[in-house]
T-cell receptor, first 113, second 109 residues
Framework: NAGVMQNPRHLVRRRGQEARLRCSPM?????VYWYRQLPEEGLKFMVY????????ESGMPKERFSAEFPKEGPSILRIQQVVRGDSAAYFC???????????FGSGTRLTVV | KNEVEQSPQNLTAQEGEFITINCSYS?????LHWLQQHPGGGIVSLFM???GKKKHGRLIATINIQEKHSSLHITASHPRDSAVYIC???????????FGTGTSLTVIP
């Protein structure tokens, strides 16, 4: 069981480009959560997904950010037209059900230059 | 929105010392998570608890639901315990965890 896999580990994008962050949950986990950790700040919830459904996206910025968790393949967090303020560590976590705790991935560190 | 506060923010200890990190929250919860984050590294879940006490090796986590307070204890601390420890709480019907800003622990040999 490989755990929660996130890739890439580090991603550098120029302002205005798109960033795609991938998260493969643990085997048997159908619930995925994305969190963002800005420099010197705590983790903040972004979105909660189950297979093919967005359950709660109350923490997602209204523009430029989107997330999906297709029937096949990893969950994708997509940031369009990145700006410097998007530079952060993005963590994905998965669980077998909402009532359980979850396992975190190692994160993707996005740097916008 | 649940306000999660941790204390202390920073902690330096000598190897072998007993360490306590505290977490308090403002709204009733269904679960509380203690997480460990190493510098530049990923996040590891240490405990999830909703009542009482859990123990794993040198780590002990307790929670007092009435007082809205949890503690993480490390016995016989070691330099490899140096990390940021984060408390996260989940409200009864909510989908997300609310996180404290973490306690940065440094254990000196």
């Amino acid at each position: 069981n490989a755990g929660v896999m996130q890739n890439p580990r580090h991603l550098v994008r120029r302002r205005g480009q798109e960033a795609r962050l991938r998260c493969s949950p643990m085997k048997g986990h159908s619930h995925v959560y994305w969190y963002r950790q800005l420099p010197e700040e705590g983790l903040k919830f972004m979105v909660y997904l189950q297979k093919e459904n967005i359950i709660d996206e109350s923490g997602m910025p209204k523009e430029r950010f989107s997330a999906e968790f297709p029937k096949e393949g990893p969950s994708i967090l997509r940031i369009q037209q990145v700006v410097r303020g998007d530079s952060a560590a993005y963590f994905c976590a998965s669980s077998p059900a909402a009532v359980y705790g979850y396992t975190f991935g190692s994160g993707t560190r996005l740097t916008v230059v | 929105k649940n306000e999660v506060e941790q204390s202390p923010q920073n902690l330096t200890a000598q190897e072998g010392e007993f360490i306590t990190i505290n977490c308090s929250y403002s709204v009733g919860i269904s679960a509380l998570h203690w997480l460990q984050q190493h510098p530049g590294g990923g996040i590891v879940s240490l405990f999830m608890l909703s009542s009482g006490k859990k123990k794993h090796g040198r780590l002990i986590a307790t929670i007092n639901i009435q007082e809205k307070h949890s503690s993480l204890h490390i016995t016989a601390s070691h330099p490899r315990d140096s990390a940021v420890y984060i408390c996260a709480v989940k409200e009864g019907t909510g989908n997300q965890f609310y996180f404290g800003t973490g306690t940065s622990l440094t254990v000196i040999p």
